[in-house]
């Protein structure tokens, strides 16, 4: 007899290529337990879904010479060639934490150039009200009179709230500002930013990177209205009684306060605080002609300055540094165009001895093999199918 050929074939072919479809649930299953945040979708970067930026721990791709990496406390820091956008070194740059007001790096450059420095503007109640409890202020009152340049020097010098809302009003408001943050942010390439609060105030979901925080300030030195407030150390600022005082900028690195030294050729940009983020700074400094830019996000020792002293540590190894390493990755990885200046060199895949060993992650199976896998089966139950239903008969 001849009965229940074809059905048997065709439910050996469905078993085979179940067990495909079983054979790539552990790749899907295992794809997002990296500790790092992935590549963005649709990113034109080939290398990014490998670059060394996105594995854990520190990444640095050492020549002959070149001087050790510091050890630091930081959860998250990175070191830049601000002019080719080179990475030099980096420890979980991707790494999504809280910004606090280095945030304000981000908010500068989508507002300046909105806004004219000369343009006057009475303060009004509204544009005070909501202000985080606890938040660093400059001492804007409200009915007083201020020129819009008074303002920035109250966001850049003394992370002033205050003035990041009187701002984020005249530029449409607090949630417009914090949608169009989140538009630049991803112009610029930086997809680990979620912009909830202007001003870095804590917030639920608000979170930046060492990758991101670089970014912005390296767009920031581009900018000669942000470059000249990032750099300011001191100011006046409008009084409420129609005089003005002196307001002193906040990163000590820039103006050598609180018992930090100040260090040489540096061009400031932003700090910032609050309990959640710990201490966070970007900086920049130039030396020779040669600007660096760094990250560093939460030290986790030391004292309120040990954010100033893990910057002063990777800016001097830096400057010793360039020229004998390689790139670890780019600032423009992830932007539709470079920013102006000398082209990085291409980036190439991690050395043997800069491979980081695998932590928090299972080895993931490659996705395209666990495919062709299915493919195969399939198409090997259906030849059967074709065999059993048309070829020689079995007999029963």
């Known amino acids: 007899m001849t009965i229940g050929f074809a059905s048997r074939a065709a439910v050996f072919t469905c078993a085979l290529c179940t067990a495909g479809l ?13 500790p790092n945040p992935a590549p963005p979708a649709g990113s034109k970067s080939r290398a990014a879904p490998d670059s060394l930026l996105y594995r854990s721990g520190t990444q640095v791709r050492p020549r002959a010479g070149a001087p050790e990496v510091p050890e630091l ?30 945030l304000k790096t981000l908010f500068a450059l989508t507002v300046l150039p909105v806004l004219p420095d000369g343009l006057r503007h009475t303060v009004s109640e509204e544009e005070l009200a909501d202000i ?10 409200e009915d007083r009179t201020y020129r819009i340049s008074d ?43 979620w912009v909830k ?46 005089g003005s005082y002196g307001i002193l900028n906040t990163n000590r690195l820039l103006t050598g306060a609180d018992g930090v030294d100040r260090y040489p050729g540096l061009v400031g940009i932003k700090n910032g605080y609050t309990s959640n983020a710990g201490s966070t ?40 540094a360039s020229g004998r ?10 932007r539709a165009t470079s920013l102006p200046g000398p082209r990085g060199r291409p980036m190439a895949g991690p050395t043997p001895a800069s491979a980081p060993e695998a932590r928090d992650a299972e080895p993931e199976r490659p996705v395209a093999w666990t495919v062709t896998c299915v493919v195969l089966l399939g198409t090997a ?7 059993l239903r048309w070829g020689p008969a079995v007999q029963g």
């Not at 701002?167 to 112009?187: D, F, H, V």
């Open 197 to 242: 609060s202007p001003d870095g105030y804590d917030a639920p979901g608000q979170v930046s990177s060492a990758f991101d925080l670089a970014v912005f300030g390296r767009a920031g030195l581009h900018s000669p209205d942000f470059a000249r407030y990032c750099s300011r150390a001191e100011a006046l600022f409008p009084g409420r009684d129609g």
């Open 381 to 387: 139950g259906v030849a059967l199918f074709l065999r």
């Open 325 to 334: 390493v390689d790139p670890v990755g780019s600032l423009d990885a992830l």
């Open 73 to 102: 406390s930081a959860r998250s820091w990175l070191v830049a060639d601000a002019d080719s956008g080179e990475v030099l070194a980096a420890h979980d740059a991707h790494r999504r934490l809280p910004p606090a007001s280095t």
């Open 22 to 34: 079983l054979a790539l649930a552990p790749a899907a299953a295992t794809a997002g337990t990296r």
């Open 281 to 320: 700074l970007v900086t920049a400094a130039r030396r020779d002609g040669h600007t660096l830019v760094v990250t560093v996000l939460n030290p986790r020792s030391g004292g309120g300055h040990t954010v100033y002293e893990e910057a002063r540590a990777l800016l001097d190894w830096g400057f010793e």
């Open 132 to 141: 985080g409890p606890g938040s660093s202020l400059v001492g804007v009152a």
């Open 151 to 193: 303002l920035w020097n109250g966001v850049f010098l003394r992370s002033g709230n205050d003035a990041v809302h009187v701002l984020a009003s005249l530029n449409g408001g607090w949630r417009t500002t914090a949608e169009q943050m989140q538009e630049k942010a991803r112009a610029l390439g930086a997809h680990d930013t």
